[in-house]
């Protein structure tokens, strides 16, 4: 593959992910795991409908999951229009099994007085039980009037699958697999997507002449005063389709074969769809009320649309009738695409209708690019739509002016919401974000529909706080790589006046919304190669070379030769005993101390810097040592240490006061420090905001951090490391994943006498190369049956408890826990991670990630008790233990 093609191939894969290559129709807030299957309408719809919305934390349909009894009773009850009525129902039900206080009650209550559900043969309602195909479709029967004829053609089972068969409930791909079966969300959104459009059956006569007859009504318009439409919008706030528009921000113009009416967008994308034709759904609760849209879709037989990034369009060629050549894929195809643009298509330039655009302007963009749109069905594209960005990098922001400056000084913004003039949208990986939200470096990608903004009347911008931090080590074009990967320079770069980029060049790149270099930082750079010096001395006896021995930032031991000629702090041109002697005057005429140190071209030490000594805890431009204290509090909800920031990118050096043997030393990441715990530390290299770059901590005791995640050991081995040293190897779940890790030795993955077996719960510790060097056993797998340890356990010194014990009850995002030294005590489970641990399946399958559903009140006949961490009050996983 010749370079140039990977560096396509990156740039539009970055720009995929960061949504620019998507077409702007195509937006939509459906779930990515039902997107593109059988589900994504029906799961689309019901999601509008507060239906069904999927998980609250994920946002994961789930469509394979099945669903409770519960969460049935709640769909049932929104499908049937009656939500309002259930929240006002919420407390005692007529179920001996639902307790007052559940979640569900209220749509419980609701659906029984409907008489949608009934329980079962013993009077209980089974909250927790998953809803059967049988019982789903007997629910949405009755919720469509039609059980009359259900109890005519067989009774329950058999008469509601005859009826739902007839009315059309399970078409669309419905896949029921028993009328037993626990059905899957996925079916049941098939199934109530099906029930909205269904004419329902109502009782037309009473007495003894009693009728029931199928009327001109659905659940859609009757129960949820929703109507389903087609139409092609017209007009957004943006734009008409002849030019400027006057709408407000939330609302659109849609025409339909009854003429065009103005509606409210709601909480959709309806702007995005603008020249497209669409179904779209209305909810219009009577004549005092706006029209709001509450889902619009793309209607896929009515719409012809592409979108090709800029650096794909070839040429555009023709006088009247125009043709686009074009590549799908530079990297792959042999040959290019044509479109034909009608003569008299409508253009639009950065959202706005332009008559005066010429586009045989797009060969020449460099950035962005065009979507195509046909909405006749004759292969021509009748409008054309025509994405350009402009870069700025914020600097400075005012938010009593309004105001975004440039650091490169191309251009500036002038963002007022009062303006009248002018309508802008700032958004971030899809999401609106205000004003003060933007932050220094961030990387703004301008859609104007004028050359200069003070002329703009539409302005979109797009933000990217991307980066990647490195060094060029190759040049190729306007391309450089950075890391092993490829970047195209972008044009602002190129016409802020900044130095051509170069070989060797260091610093903090930032990216904008195509994945191109917009800015670089190198400041973020300065004294980056840290070292911890741990002994130098003047070796050989004709050159008298300095030798320096270091621990450095990747947790490594080297001894390193310093160049004949050598530069230290500001002195240049030092031999190695002048060197030798500023070295040790910096720091009171002793070696051992923090350094920063550069190479030349043959691996000799050409540069070393020292710390000044400012101990003030303010920012400097030169390498210091800005703060030392020897009892400096962690703050872990704020990471900082004292009042000094802590991130993922500090550097931590673990040399014990007085130490000299570099095994026990080590590089560590910030979740070294345990909240509220003092540490004798030395800060270094303060940023503006206060955060540090470097931080030694002089009395670590090695101890594994209360807030890491638990691992539960599904089995340890040895495997060999990347230096060929054999070493223990971790294969365990944790965050609900699988995981392998590598200790730094061998010995390290044991518990008393022997190693770490199936089922024990640790936490661990990583040192600087990502390799286990610490393990806290917080339970073994050998007292499953030892119901001695079924305690509660306080950490001294930090905001961890464990608990082991027996369920006594279980409530739908809670249990109640028994041990032996505290009472009974509810447990709040509702965003915990849970496993199962059981010693009697086979050993690939003894651990694994289940939910929430597994935990059942102890049995003797099947019995199993429960870990619970808890961290700061909060539940984070529960393990069920078979004892």
């Known amino acids: 593959m010749s370079q140039f093609k990977k560096i396509c191939s990156f740039v539009v894969a970055f720009a995929m992910a960061l949504g620019l290559m998507a077409p702007m129709a195509m937006a939509s807030s459906v779930a990515e795991d039902v997107a593109g299957t059988k589900y994504e309408e029906a799961a689309h719809l019901l999601k509008a409908l507060n239906v069904m919305v999927g998980d609250a934390e994920t946002g994961a349909f789930r469509p394979e999951d099945g669903m409770l009894r519960s969460e049935f009773a709640k769909v049932s009850v929104y499908l049937a229009g009656l939500a309002e009525l259930a929240e006002g129902s919420t407390g005692k039900t007529k179920f001996p099994d639902v307790v007052e206080n559940h979640w569900g009650s209220g749509y419980i209550n609701i659906a029984a007085e409907q008489g949608y559900v009934i329980g079962d043969d013993v009077g209980t309602f089974r ?134 009416e103005t509606y409210k967008t709601g909480d959709t994308n309806a702007k995005d769809f603008l020249g497209r034709n669409v179904i779209f759904y209305v909810l219009d609760k009577g004549e005092n009320t706006d029209k709001t849209l509450i889902l619009v879709r793309a209607n896929a037989n009515k719409n012809d649309e592409i979108t090709i990034a800029a650096e794909n369009i070839e040429n555009i060629t023709g006088e009247g009738q125009k043709t686009l050549t074009y590549w799908l894929n530079k990297e792959s195809d042999s040959k290019t695409q044509k479109a034909l643009i009608a003569e008299d298509a409508v253009v639009f330039y950065n959202g706005v209708a332009n008559a005066e655009y010429d586009l045989a302007q797009i060969k020449e963009l460099q950035s962005g690019g065009v979507t195509l749109v046909g909405t006749n069905a004759d292969d021509i594209y009748n409008f054309v739509f025509v994405t350009e960005y402009r870069n700025m990098i914020v600097d400075d922001i005012s938010l009593a002016s309004h105001r975004v ?6 251009m500036s913004l002038t963002l007022d919401p009062d303006d009248r003039n002018v309508k802008f949208t700032i958004t971030k990986d899809g999401k609106a974000i205000e004003l003060k939200d933007l932050k220094e470096w961030d990387v703004l990608s301008v859609a104007m529909d004028a050359e200069r903004p003070e002329d703009a009347t539409v302005i979109n911008i797009k933000v990217s706080s991307e980066f990647v931090t490195g060094k060029i080590t190759e040049t190729y074009e306007n391309k450089v790589r950075i ?103 910096a720091n009171g005429g002793e070696v051992a101390q923090l350094i920063a140190f550069e190479l030349n071209s043959k691996g000799e030490v050409s540069y070393i810097d020292t710390a000044e000594k400012a101990n003030d805890g303010k920012y400097h ?51 070294m420090f345990v909240d509220k715990s003092n540490y004798d530390v030395e800060i270094y290299d303060l940023g503006e905001n206060l955060t540090a770059k470097v931080v030694i901590v002089k009395d670590s005791s090695g101890d594994t951090n209360a807030e890491s995640s638990i691992a539960v050991v599904s089995r340890v081995g040895l495997a060999h490391n990347s230096d060929n040293v054999t070493v223990d190897k971790l294969f365990a779940l944790q965050d609900g994943e699988e995981i392998e890790l590598l200790a730094k030795d061998v010995g390290i993955l044991t518990k008393g006498e022997g190693k770490l077996e199936t089922g024990d719960i640790i936490q661990y510790k990583l040192n600087a ?81 289940v939910d929430s559903s597994y935990i059942t009140k102890y049995d003797s006949g099947d ?16 393990v069920i233990i078979k004892s």
């Open 127 to 260: 909250p927790d039980d998953k809803i059967t195909y049988a019982e789903a479709i007997t629910v949405l029967v009755r919720i469509l009037g039609y059980e009359p004829s259900a109890l005519a053609a067989g009774q329950y089972p058999t008469g509601y699958n005859i009826v739902a068969g007839q009315i059309g409930l399970m078409k669309n791909g419905v896949v029921s697999t028993g009328n037993d079966d626990a059905a899957t969300r996925g079916n049941i959104a098939l199934m109530a997507n099906n029930a909205l459009f269904i004419d329902m059956m109502e009782r037309v006569s009473f007495g003894t002449d009693e009728r029931y007859e199928v009327v001109d009504k659905t659940i859609l318009e009757e129960k949820l005063d929703v109507t389903r439409m087609y139409g092609q919008v017209i007009a957004n706030s943006d734009s008409t389709l002849t030019g400027s528009s006057t709408l407000k921000a939330n609302e659109v113009i849609i025409r339909t074969e009854e003429g065009t």
């Open 405 to 410: 400056t440039d650091k490169y000084d191309l």
């Open 483 to 585: 890391g092993g990967q490829y970047y195209e320079v972008a044009a602002n770069y190129e016409q802020s006046g900044q130095p051509a980029l170069k070989l060797e060049d260091e610093g903090k790149f930032y990216l904008d919304i195509e994945g191109k270099i917009a800015a670089v930082d190198t400041s973020t750079v300065a004294g980056s190669n840290y070292a911890y010096l741990m002994a130098a001395e003047i070796t050989g006896i004709i050159d008298n070379t300095l030798q320096i021995k270091i621990f450095d930032a990747d947790g490594e031991v080297k001894v390193l030769d310093v160049a004949n000629r050598v530069r230290v702090d500001n002195s240049t041109g030092k031999t190695g005993e002048e060197a030798l002697d500023l070295i040790k005057a």
């Open 621 to 671: 431009e030169a390498f210091s040592l800005d703060f030392a204290s020897d009892s400096l509090a962690y703050n872990s909800a704020a990471k900082k240490l004292g009042v000094f920031n802590v991130n993922d990118d500090t550097i931590v050096f673990d040399i014990p006061d007085g130490e000299t043997d570099p095994d026990n030393y080590a590089i560590r990441k910030i979740n």
């Open 769 to 849: 190369r990502g390799e286990i060097e610490k393990v806290t056993l917080l339970f073994d797998a050998a007292d499953r049956a030892n119901d001695d340890v079924n305690v509660l356990t306080e950490f001294e010194g930090t905001e961890m408890e464990t608990v082991i014990g027996t369920v006594t009850r279980k409530f739908a995002n809670s249990i109640n826990v028994e041990t032996a030294n505290a009472p009974e005590t509810n447990y709040d489970i509702s965003n915990a991670v849970v496993y199962s641990y059981d010693y009697t399946k086979a050993s690939s399958v003894q651990v694994t990630v």
């Open 863 to 878: 019995a199993r008790k429960v870990f619970l961490r808890i961290y700061q009050g909060e539940v984070k996983e529960v």
